[in-house]
T-cell receptor
């Protein structure tokens, strides 16, 4: 268990509404990541953070923003949700056990945009 | 562009029937290759990291190997509880934080 929780675990929303997903970690890791997973695609990086208030874009960042005001929390916001953002969203942290290149994933949030 | 291709897409085995999953990759300098296991409705679970050609890692019935172009995940005498989707990912050198994932191999082990 990497000490990662995600909330909510499931959400159904309507097109055009704002949505915020939360990732919480308990192990004080510096690096945190948001991925999305869709059928026919591998996991794809949306945004990541390398410290409080330090974030950068991944390969599919359009339509998403992130914030990290505390080490333990990394928020993903969809300012105006679209049906193409229906997906399963995973948060990950970069591990400190052994070699610190490995990323450890949370349980995921299933988001449906109607 | 960094790419990962996993094959086969799906594999059915009988309990005890050993086999291998393939992960072919192209990357501009390999920083690491990662194997994950994912059960339905759950997040990927880390299995192995491989860094250089010739490296091997083992865990229970799983053994991961690495060459300059591909990695294999060998499953010896699998059990039904090994059924899952196995994901491969690569990370390039140069400070990139991005993991490039393959689409996975869905393994089913029948009793």
């Amino acid at each position: 268990d990497a000490g990662i929780t995600q909330s909510p675990r499931h959400k159904v929303t309507e097109t055009g509404t704002p949505v915020t997903l939360r990732c919480h970690q308990t192990e004080n890791h510096r690096y945190m990541y948001w991925y999305r997973q869709d059928p026919g695609h591998g996991l794809r990086l949306i945004h990541y953070s390398y410290g409080v208030k330090d974030t950068d874009k991944g390969e599919v960042s359009d339509g998403y923003s992130v914030s990290r005001s505390k080490t333990e929390d990394f928020l993903l916001t969809l300012e105006s949700a679209t049906s193409s953002q229906t997906s399963v969203y995973f948060c990950a942290i970069r591990g400190a056990r052994g070699n610190n290149n490995e990323q450890f994933f949370g349980p995921g949030t299933r988001l449906t945009v109607l | 562009e960094d790419q990962v291709t996993q094959s086969p897409e799906a594999l059915r085995l009988q309990e005890g029937e050993s086999s291998s999953l393939n992960c072919s990759y192209t990357v501009s300098g390999l920083r690491g290759l990662f194997w994950y296991r994912q059960d339905p409705g759950k997040g990927p679970e880390f299995l192995f990291t491989l860094y250089s050609a010739g490296e091997e890692k083992e865990k229970e019935r799983l053994k991961a190997t690495l060459t300059k172009k591909e990695s294999f995940l060998h499953i010896t005498a699998p059990k039904p509880e090994d059924s899952a989707t196995y994901l491969c990912a690569v990370q390039a050198r140069g400070g990139s934080e991005k993991l490039v994932f393959g689409k996975g191999t869905k393994l089913t082990v029948n009793p």
